[in-house]
C-alpha cells in the first residue's frame, strides 16, 4: 500500500468511529462499550495489517479458506479474530483455536458441531447465536420461534458460551426502514437476558453494518460489521467462464 493509501484508511476508520461515538452519545450510551468489528471480507492481508495498525482491534472474516490464507500471513497480529460468515459443519473444525467468537450460528446443527469440535480440542468457543429477523428465505439463521429451543439445547454443551445474538435485517433503501428489525432484535435480546439460562451470557448484540449501523445502536446494538466505509468499495473481479 502506499502511503496515501494508508492515510485514507486512517481517515475512514477515524471517521467511522466518530459516527459510532456520536451514534452512542445521542443514545445515551458509553462510545466504549460499542465493537466495532472491521469486516475485511476480500481485502489481503496487507489491508488487514494496515487497519490494525491504524487502530483496528477487531477483524470479522467471511468465508473460511480466506481467513486461513490471511491467518498464515499472520494478518491479524494485533487483532482480536471473529467469524461472521455463513459457516458449513464440515469447516468447523478450521476455525476453532483461531477465532474468539464464532457469530454466525444459525442452527441447532450448526452450534453442536462447533461444540463437539471445541470439545475435541479441549477448549470452549464462544458464538452468537444468528437470528433470521426478516424470514428470509435466502438467508441462514434461527427463526425467532425457534430460538428459545435453541438456546435451551445449546446451553448444554460445556464447550460452548453463548455470548449474545446476531442479525442482518433485509436489504433496504433508507436506514430507517430495518428500525422494526433492530428495536424487535432488542426486545428478543433482552427477553433471553431476563430468563437467566446457565452458560448464557447475552454480553453482545451484533447488528449493523455501513449503511445502517448508526440506527442499529440507536435500537440497542453494541457489536457493529462494517466493512465498506472502512476498507471502501470491495474489489468484486469478474470472473471469466
Known sequence: ???????????????????????????????????????SKMNDAERVRAAIACGIRVCGENRVQELLDK???????????????????????????????????????????IAKEAEKRGVRQDILLEVNIGREAAKSGLLLEELDDAVSRLCEKKSLHIRGLMAIPPIADQTSKNLSYFTEMHQVFVDILTKKYDNVNMDYLSMGMTNDFETAIACGANMVRIGTAIFGARPYQIVSP
Open 1 to 39: 500500500m502506499t502511503e496515501q493509501e494508508k492515510s485514507e484508511l486512517y481517515s475512514r476508520i477515524q471517521a467511522v468511529q466518530e459516527r459510532i461515538d456520536t451514534a452512542a452519545e445521542k443514545a445515551g450510551r458509553d462510545p466504549k462499550d460499542i465493537v466495532l468489528v472491521a469486516a
Open 71 to 113: 491467518y498464515e500471513q499472520n494478518a491479524y497480529a494485533g487483532a482480536d479474530l471473529q467469524f461472521i460468515g455463513t459457516l458449513q459443519t464440515n469447516k468447523v473444525k478450521y476455525l476453532i483455536g483461531k477465532v474468539s467468537l464464532i457469530q454466525s450460528v444459525g442452527s441447532v446443527r450448526l452450534g453442536e458441531a
